[in-house]
C-alpha cells in the first residue's frame, strides 16, 4: 500500500508563472488535506476535500491559491500568478474518515521555489 | 484559538543519553495529539497517536504522555541514538472544529555519536 505520493517533489517557478502540486492519497483514503510550511515556521492548514467537495477552506489565502479533489484522479493545489513568498514546502495529509479520530498519514511535500 | 508551543526549540545531547521533549496547548478540548518526526528536506513521519481518553502511548524507544487537563504532552526518548536526529513536531486535532492539525513549532533534536 503506497503512502500519500506528492509531485512534482521539488517546483521552481518564475515570478507570475503558475504553481501546480499533485497529491494521491493513500488507497481507500476520502479525505485530503493541505499543510503549508513557510521556512522557519511550523506547518499551518490550507484546505480539506473530500471528493469532488471543499469541506474546510479557512486556511487558504483568499486570493491566487484554489484546490480540488475531483472524483478521478488526484488532488491539486493551484496557485496563479506565484510570489516569492509562496515559496515553502506544501504537504498534503490524507485519513480514511474526518480526521479527529485517525492517525494522519503525510507525504513527502513539494518544495516550491519561485524565483 | 488553539496554539501548540515546543519547548525546547533546539536540543543537541550525546548518544545514549534519555531524552524529553514538551508540547503544551491552550485550548485542552482536543480529540488526540500526534508526534511526527521530520528529517530535513523531508516529509513527516507520524511516530505516535494518543487519543484524548488516553493518558500514554509507547513505541519501541518513545513514550508519548497527555495530560489534557494541563494543556501538556510529553515525548519521552530513550537511549537516544544519532539516527534520532531530527525535528519533532507535536499536532493536536480540536475537538469541534476537527479538521485539522495545529502545529507547533517544533523541537531540533542533535544526537551527537
Known amino acids: 500500500n503506497a503512502g500519500v505520493m506528492q509531485n512534482p517533489r521539488h517546483l521552481v517557478r518564475r515570478r507570475g508563472q503558475e504553481a501546480r502540486l499533485r497529491c494521491s492519497p493513500m488507497?481507500?483514503?476520502?479525505?485530503v488535506y493541505w499543510y503549508r510550511q513557510l521556512p522557519e515556521e511550523g506547518l499551518k492548514f490550507m484546505v480539506y476535500?473530500?471528493?469532488?467537495?471543499?469541506?474546510?477552506e479557512s486556511g487558504m489565502p483568499k486570493e491566487r491559491f484554489s484546490a480540488e479533489f475531483p472524483k478521478e484522479g488526484p488532488s491539486i493545489l493551484r496557485i496563479q500568478q506565484v510570489v516569492r513568498g509562496d515559496s515553502a514546502a506544501y504537504f498534503c495529509a490524507s485519513s480514511p474518515r474526518r480526521q479527529e479520530n485517525t492517525e494522519a498519514f503525510f507525504g513527502q511535500g513539494t518544495r516550491l521555489t519561485v524565483v | 484559538k488553539q496554539e501548540v508551543t515546543q519547548i525546547p526549540a533546539a536540543l543537541s545531547v550525546p548518544e545514549g543519553e534519555n531524552l524529553v521533549l514538551n508540547c503544551s496547548f491552550t485550548?485542552?478540548?482536543?480529540?488526540?495529539l500526534q508526534w511526527f518526526r521530520q528529517d530535513p528536506g523531508k516529509g513527516l513521519t507520524s511516530l505516535l497517536l494518543i487519543q484524548s481518553s488516553q493518558r500514554e502511548q509507547t513505541s519501541g524507544r518513545l513514550n508519548a504522555s497527555l495530560d489534557k487537563s494541563s494543556g501538556r504532552s510529553t515525548l519521552y526518548i530513550a537511549a537516544s541514538q544519532p539516527g534520532d536526529s531530527a525535528t519533532y513536531l507535536c499536532a493536536v486535532n480540536l475537538s469541534g472544529s476537527a479538521r485539522q492539525l495545529t502545529f507547533g513549532s517544533g523541537t531540533q533534536l542533535t544526537v551527537l555519536p
Open positions: 476535500l473530500q471528493k469532488e467537495n471543499i469541506i474546510d
Open positions: 488507497k481507500g483514503h476520502s479525505h
Open positions: 485550548d485542552s478540548a482536543i480529540y488526540n
